[in-house]
Structure formats: structure tokens, C-alpha cells
């Protein structure tokens, strides 16, 4: 058993299955499209890899926050009760701000040089990628789209169900591409699905730079 798939059966309680130690053993992050079937834990296996190297190692190669997107809220709330599990099992200090409406969330944006994990809806998060961010000051604007669009890692879960928000999604990855020569810090997506087809992220800018599909 490697480092990681030890270290994830500890946090997790259960052994990782092989896509979710394909994902924790990549040599770097990258941009990638998941189709994992229903029941596979698509969860755990994007965010103990994040929590592992950029919590956990303080990898430099690993965006420092990770914003994992849903289209409902009954899901974003799954999600975070499960990341908190997870932070508190692996004895880290990492915080989960849930950002769904009429939930007060912290000001995340005040501590960017410490690992932090967002947990929302597609509104919520796709808006402040926009600069417009629902439920926010205007005054949080711009700190809040600069710091989604460097040193983050956007995952999208249940994309079949995200509607016009999915090509919102792959246009601004296609624009973070397009000046990644002039970023900071890096910054990638993962889109998940277990229906999920690779034409279904051809918006005009990100049709010829997708990424290859990672399956079970």
C-alpha cells in the first residue's frame, strides 16, 4: 500500500478505489474530466487528494484552495459535512466555508495564504468567478474573483444537472489558459459526472483544449 492510499483509508475508513488512488498519486494536478460511476465516492476522491498535498505536505505544486461546486443545495450540505469529517480526521487546520444562500459564510477571502475549502452551490461560487458575487459586498468583488481565478481548484460535481453554468465553467478555464504564462499560482479544473461526455464541454474557447478523460 503507497503513502497515500494508507493515509486515505485512515481519514476516509474505507480503502481507496483505484481511480481515487490514480487521482492522490498524480505527479502534479491538472486540468481533467472524471466519469466515475454513482456510489464511487467521487467526494473523497477529489477532496483527500487536495487535503492530502496541499494541506497535508504543503505541496507548492497544489492550488492552496479548493472550490467544490454543486448544482443543489441539499448536495453542498452533504459535501461539507463530509469535508469537515475529513479535516477532523486527518488532525489538520484547514477550514470549510459553505457558501449557499441564506447561509452567513466567514470572509474566506482574508486568509489566502492558508489552505481553505469551499463548499457551494453554482451560483454562489460561478457569480464570484464573474465578479459579481451573490450575496456579497461589492467591496469583496474583485478580492473574491482574483483569488478564484489563481491558486484554485474548481470541482464541479453532478454537471449534467449544472445547465447553462457548465459552459460558464469551461469558458473560464479556457480564459485562466489563455493567460497562464502571466498567473501567480496555478489553477485547474476537474468536471464530474457519471454520464459524463467529453462534447459536452465544447463552449468556443475550451473546444481544443480539453484534457483527457479520466475513467474507472
Known sequence: MTEYAGWFERVAGF????WQRRIGELAAPRSCLLRIPTGLGKSAGTILPWLYYAAHRADTAWPRRLAFILPMRAL???VAREAKQWVTA???DVPVHLL???VEALRWVEDLDRPALLVGTQDMLLSRALNRGYASTRGLWPMEFGALHSDTLWV???VQLMGVGLATSTQLE???RARADHALRPAFSWWMSATLQPQWLDSIDFRD?????LTE
Request: proline share 8%; charged share 30%.
Open 76 to 78: 453542498a450540505e452533504q
Open 209 to 213: 483544449a480539453r484534457q483527457r478523460e
Open 15 to 18: 480503502t481507496p478505489h483505484p
Open 156 to 158: 464541479f460535481d453532478e
Open 174 to 176: 479556457a480564459f485562466r
Open 100 to 102: 449557499m444562500g441564506g
Open 90 to 92: 486527518a488532525g489538520l
